[in-house]
């Protein structure tokens, strides 16, 4: 390993060679060695992006056993929510040992039954000098690396299972097709390492190859998205990632910047986890074009955790490339009848690109699996070298996630020239008189009203009248709830889904629910509003 690692902590930057944390990680693995874990036994990290963290998580693997990097809370409100589903993932991983950073020890309370925790300071502090002991474990391509817990935005998290083979399949295809130059590539990131994105995708690669790695926490970014781009312009960056909320943080803060960044070393941006909003990239570009971004940078891709990260992936440089399409052929007909872009009633998606080598997918009838021909609208399907073997003890779930050997993602799409097009997921499809809509249209059209915080709408559907489903939108305000508000989230709605919203609610500033990754919890967020426990503005 020629490469290094440069750990950001605020305004601190610390760098260290590789092969000293991988030196420091031969420690660790000796230490949990000579507690009797190996191969089989499940590890379970809490704590936020260090390199002590780091170091721990190579640790498990040198010792042969398996990781678990369990979720921080995303608000501070959530906290006992968050202590509760710490406990419930640890018990789910059949955890043998909890490591936990100092900072949330006095969150998570020893019960009968729980694992055997140990502070990671005190850890670090055990494997010192212990290195020579290490003994290198006989791991095979099938034992279990990592349990990926995924980020529940559609339902309760599964531990998605993670074999080495799966994972070092599905970075030989990102290396290979994103054509990286593992000597000369600089990876920035701040994601976070409890997710696939920020542990597989801008982790593992430098980590295994060597590559050179800037690497921040998920707090740094949030507390100042300006801190990004600056970190790209200091190190040079040129791979970087993130879901395309941040992006859209970026173009605010590149807009307003006074400096003038270089980010003209940047060539891949990969924007991923969530779907991609044409005008939130044009918005970047427009707004990085005086900082040296290239419009070939963009990169839209698809993955999840059951790929272990990487699905499609398109052509590096090229950029964004969308897909015009009737919004109404593809409520009531499921077809994408290209229209001119402009168009009365036209939609645009974007271009995802092809599956990764190793990888197949295919476009499916959801409830036959009879294969969809170019632009017919069905249900995205996996098969090939990089998906998971399961959910770890959830043989339903397991059994319900294939069909005929094809990991089903329970994502609508359609195919354009071979490439990948998505257009949303299956359970959050709203059917209101025999029409599918698309709660991300609404969220989008609803965000952009003022006195809503963008990035902060939910839409969803119940059971309404005449059996008939209702379109309800939930939307978090920057001020005072008012009837004016209101009538113009209706419009909003209206406008882009030419039906009116049965309700519409108004909440608290940080209160919609969201996953661990940040994403909106639309099926939580439908069982508050039926049960009544959203935190509800009236009008004054």
Not at 64 to 86: H, K, N, W, Y
Not at 183 to 190: G, K, L, Q, R, T
Not at 320 to 332: A, F, G, K, N, Y
Request: proline share 7%; aromatic share 6%.
């Amino acid at each position: 390993m020629g490469g290094e690692v440069t750990f950001v902590s605020g305004d601190e930057h610390t760098t260290l060679p590789w092969a000293e944390l991988h030196e420091n990680a031969r420690g660790i693995a000796a230490a949990l060695q000579s507690r009797g874990i190996g191969i089989g036994d499940h590890v379970a990290l809490l704590g936020p992006t260090t390199r002590e963290l780091v170091t721990t998580m190579q640790g498990i693997w040198l010792a042969g056993a398996t990781m678990v990097c369990l979720p921080l809370p995303m608000r501070l409100a959530s906290i006992e929510e968050f202590v509760d589903q710490t406990r419930t993932r640890v018990a789910k991983a059949d955890a043998c040992l909890l490591v936990v950073d100092p900072q949330l020890a006095e969150f998570v309370v020893d019960q009968p039954g729980d694992p055997d925790r140990v502070n990671l300071d005190d850890l670090m502090v055990e494997a010192s000098g212990r290195a020579s002991e290490w003994v290198v474990p006989a791991v095979g391509p099938d034992d279990l690396a990592i349990i990926q817990f995924t980020s529940g935005s559609t339902s309760e998290p599964k531990g998605v299972m993670l074999p080495h083979r799966v994972i070092l399949a599905n970075l030989d295809g990102a290396i290979s097709v994103g054509n990286l130059d593992l000597d000369n590539d600089v990876f920035v990131s701040w994601l976070p390492l409890y997710h696939d994105m920020g542990l597989v995708g801008l982790l593992l690669i430098p980590m295994l190859t060597g590559a050179r790695l800037v690497l921040g926490a998920p707090q740094d970014f949030t507390a100042r998205p300006s801190r990004w781009m600056q970190w790209m312009h200091d190190y040079r960056g040129t791979v970087t990632a993130g879901p395309n909320f941040a992006w859209a943080l970026v173009a605010r803060s590149l807009r307003r910047a006074n400096e003038v960044l270089d980010l003209s070393p940047l060539r891949i941006a990969l924007n991923g986890a969530e779907p991609v909003d044409p005008l939130s990239v044009r918005t970047l570009l427009e707004a990085g074009e005086r900082h040296g971004m290239s419009p070939g940078s963009v990169f839209p891709a698809f993955g999840m955790a059951e790929l272990a990260i990487a699905g499609t992936f398109p052509p590096v440089g090229r950029g964004l490339r969308t897909d015009c399409v009737d919004l109404q052929s593809i409520e009531v007909d499921r077809f994408a009848q290209a229209v001119e872009v402009g168009s009365e009633g036209a939609r645009e998606f974007v271009v995802l690109g092809s599956p990764i080598p190793g990888l197949e997918i295919r476009i499916v009838d959801p409830a036959t699996a009879e294969p969809r021909d170019e632009r017919q609208v069905g249900e995205l399907e996996f098969r090939g070298t990089s998906v998971t073997s399961g959910y770890y003890r959830n043989p339903d779930a397991t059994e319900q996630m294939f069909r005929d050997g094809w990991l089903r993602t329970g994502d609508l799409a359609y195919m354009l020239d071979g490439e990948l097009v998505l257009c949303g997921r299956i359970k959050d499809v709203i059917i209101v008189g025999g029409r599918n809509i698309f709660p991300e249209d609404v969220e989008r059209s609803v965000a952009k009203v003022d006195g809503v915080r963008p990035g902060n709408v939910i839409a969803f559907g119940v059971d309404g009248k005449r059996g008939h489903e209702a379109m309800i939108v939930v939307a978090e305000v920057k001020g005072d709830a008012t009837d004016a508000l209101i009538r113009n989230i209706r419009e909003a709605a209206r406008a882009v889904s030419g039906l009116p919203p049965g309700d519409v609610v108004l909440v608290p500033a940080g209160t919609l629910p969201k996953t661990s990754s940040g994403k909106l919890q639309r099926s939580l967020c439908r069982e508050r509003y039926l049960d009544e426990s959203l935190p509800v503005l009236a009008p004054e």
